[in-house]
């Protein structure tokens, strides 16, 4: 693949996991859609358009496991009922930080020794998730905050567990048909508190079927022509295309709180993915870390 080309289409996909902040947002704080529906109709549109995706490239049956299957679920439910009150940057950002919190306590649980500046980045990223979260005027709503925490938890379970590889995409489709089943079951559940109207419904299947669907078979073809690194550090964006975004379409406020405490989750991040990298090089060259 050529360096334009995985650079094009890691741009497209950072856009569409961003875009999946924007659209349930403006969803859920512009339209009568209630969040159980967004989330059935965000999976099943995601469904759809990931068994079309492997029935074009004729990569055989969807594949996935019910623990994934799952984990997926509780990250788009808990994902859509966070956003009833969250701004989209706040939610993005707190999304991203849980999602990276758990994937680095499970290598800490596994084994993993991070090294000084690991850890110098773990307590900067934790500073500023703990500093968003203090009471004020610009904290965002505790309830919800916690929900979005909830729905980084699963993805990052979710994650590790595609972490077996494999055919990724085939993966995500099996997962998300049998996520949409738990969905219906959501919307049963909630059926006396639905409400849907045309707007709700265009933003779900644009999140389900463009933002996820689509978004995750561009970013697991853009993976081919990125390094592990450079994986992970172009992450980094989404939470900031979102803040802005956010701005642009949602009129959400840019606080100094939100600014300062973006800084240092992603910041940290970034430092503990930087001097993991190092940590690896290093020992590939026989050298303590």
Do not use: K
């Amino acid at each position: 693949m050529t360096r334009a080309r995985t650079l094009l289409l890691t741009a497209l996909a950072m856009l569409a996991f961003a875009g999946n902040s924007l659209l349930c947002r403006m969803a859920l704080a512009t339209t009568t859609i209630d969040p159980a529906s967004f989330t059935a109709i965000r999976i099943v549109a995601g469904a759809l358009a990931l068994a079309m995706i492997v029935r074009l490239r004729h990569a055989g049956t969807p594949l996935g496991d019910w623990p994934s299957g799952i984990a997926l679920f509780v990250y788009a439910a808990a994902f859509s009922f966070a956003y009833v009150t969250l701004p989209a940057a706040a939610g993005a950002l707190l999304l991203f930080g849980s999602v990276q919190a758990t994937m680095i306590g499970h290598g800490l649980a596994s084994g993993e020794r991070p090294g000084v500046r690991q850890l110098v980045g773990l307590a900067v990223a934790f500073a500023g998730l703990v500093g968003l979260l203090l009471p004020g005027l610009s904290a965002p709503p505790l309830q919800g905050s916690l929900l979005m925490i909830a729905a980084g938890a699963a993805w990052g379970i979710y994650s590790l567990r595609g972490r077996s590889g494999g055919d990724a995409t085939r993966e995500t489709a099996g997962n998300f048909l049998r996520a949409s089943v738990l969905a219906g079951g959501l919307g049963l559940l909630m059926l006396p508190e639905a409400s849907v109207d045309r707007a709700g419904v265009l933003y779900a299947v644009a999140s389900g079927a463009l933002a996820s669907g689509v978004g995750y078979a561009v970013w697991y073809t853009a993976l081919r022509g990125l390094a592990a690194t450079s994986a992970a550090s172009v992450q980094l964006s989404v939470p900031v295309i979102a803040a802005v975004g956010g701005i642009l379409l949602l009129g959400e406020a840019l606080t100094l709180r939100l600014v300062l405490c973006s800084t240092a989750v992603l910041g940290g991040i970034g430092l503990v993915i930087a001097a993991g990298q190092r940590r690896a090089r290093d020992a590939r060259r026989g050298r303590p870390g």
